[in-house]
C-alpha cells in the first residue's frame, strides 16, 4: 500500500492500469445512464476496471464539475461531448486511481481549480478544504464533508439538489460503495464508522454515486452474511442483470444502503448474530458497533482473497 500510494512507482502502477484498461474497455467497463433534473446532468464516466469518474454539469451556464478525474483521455471525451467548461475538479482523496487525471486535465484547462483535503498528498491541489465547506460552480453547490479513514484526507462531496427538485447527491469516493465500504487502510474501525455515520447522516433520499463498480461482488458477499434478507436477495438478483448486460449499477439510495449494506447495519441485532458478537455488560454502543465493522471487514477481507 505504502509503495502506490506514497512513491513514484504507485504513479507508474497506475499508468500501467490506465493503459490495460484502455485496450481493455475502449467503450468503458460498464454501460453508464446519465440522470438529468432540471438544471443539472450527472453523467458517470466508467473508467479503468472498475473505477467512475463523474461530470455533473450546470446545463443553464455549461459549466461543470468532475469528481475523481482517474482517466484524464475518458474524462476529456466527456466533456468535449457535452460542449460543457470544466471549472473544477473535487478529489475525494490521494490515491492515483482517483486522482490520475488531474494534471492533464489542468494543462487542458488553465482555469480550472482543484479542490480535497489539504491532509492528502492530492496532485494540482490548489484549493484546500475544511470540513463543512461549500464550494459553488455555477448554480451547482457542493459541500465537503471530512471522512477520514480510506485516507486520513478522504473527503466526500455532496451535491445540494434543492435548487433542481432532485435528492441530494453523495460522491463518495472510496467511503462508501453499493453494499460496501473502502479500506481503513489509514483509520481506525472507531474513525471509518464515524465517517459511516456522516453519509448516514444525510438523509435516506440521498443518491449514492460510488467510486467503483463493486455492487455484485459486495452483494455476494454480503448474502453469505444475512441468509434470510429479502431486501438483499432482491438487490443480488437485480445487480446479477445489470452486470451480465454490463450496465452500471449506480446511484443506490443511502435509505436502500441500510436494508443491505452490511457496513452500514452494524447497528443491526440479525447482523450482529450472524457474526457471533454480543454487546458486552456496560460497553458503549459505539465501540461495539465498531467491533461489529471490525469483524465485517475481516470477513470480507478473507473473502475477497479466496
Known amino acids: 500500500y505504502s509503495l502506490y500510494a506514497r ?14 484498461a484502455r485496450e481493455r474497455y475502449p467503450h468503458g467497463h460498464s454501460v453508464p445512464r446519465p440522470y438529468c433534473f432540471p438544471g443539472v446532468k450527472i453523467l458517470p464516466i466508467p473508467v479503468l476496471s472498475n473505477n467512475y469518474s463523474y ?16 482517466d484524464p483521455l475518458a474524462v476529456q471525451a466527456a466533456i468535449e461531448e457535452e460542449g460543457v467548461m470544466l471549472e473544477a475538479i473535487f478529489c475525494t482523496h490521494k490515491h492515483w486511481d482517483h ?8 494543462q487542458k484547462h488553465s482555469s480550472c481549480r482543484v479542490y480535497g483535503s489539504a491532509l492528502d498528498a492530492i496532485p494540482r ?37 434543492g435548487p433542481f427538485g432532485s435528492p441530494p447527491c453523495l460522491f463518495s469516493g472510496d467511503l462508501l460503495f453499493l453494499a460496501g465500504c473502502g479500506e481503513p487502510f489509514e483509520g481506525s474501525p472507531e474513525t471509518m464508522l464515524a465517517s459511516l455515520d456522516v ?19 459486495c452483494l455476494t458477499f454480503a448474502s453469505l452474511l444475512e441468509l434470510d434478507n429479502s431486501a438483499l436477495e432482491q438487490k443480488l438478483q437485480w445487480a446479477v442483470q445489470q452486470r451480465q448486460e454490463k450496465r452500471s449499477t449506480c446511484p443506490s439510495t443511502l435509505g ?4 443491505y449494506n452490511p457496513f452500514l447495519r452494524t447497528h443491526r ?3 450482529q448474530e450472524a457474526l457471533g458478537l454480543w454487546q458486552a455488560g456496560g460497553e458503549d454502543p459505539d465501540a461495539f458497533r465498531a467491533r461489529v465493522l471490525k469483524e465485517v471487514r475481516r470477513r470480507k477481507d478473507l473473502y475477497q482473497a479466496t
Open 199 to 217: 453519509a448516514v447522516s444525510l438523509g435516506e433520499d440521498t443518491l449514492l454515486w460510488p467510486g467503483h463498480e463493486y455492487a455484485l461482488e
Open 256 to 259: 436502500e444502503e441500510q436494508t
Open 55 to 70: 461530470l455533473v454539469i450546470d446545463t443553464g451556464s455549461s459549466q461543470a464539475a468532475v469528481i475523481d478525474p482517474s
Open 99 to 106: 486522482s490520475g487525471g488531474n494534471e492533464a486535465l489542468c
Open 7 to 20: 512513491t513514484r512507482l504507485g504513479y507508474l502502477f497506475y499508468q500501467r492500469q490506465v493503459k490495460k
Open 125 to 161: 491541489l490548489t484549493n484546500p478544504l475544511t470540513d463543512r465547506e461549500k464550494v459553488t460552480v455555477g448554480c451547482l453547490t457542493f459541500e465537503a464533508l471530512a471522512t477520514p479513514g480510506h485516507t486520513v484526507g478522504h473527503m466526500v462531496y455532496v451535491l445540494d439538489g
Open 269 to 271: 441485532p440479525e447482523l
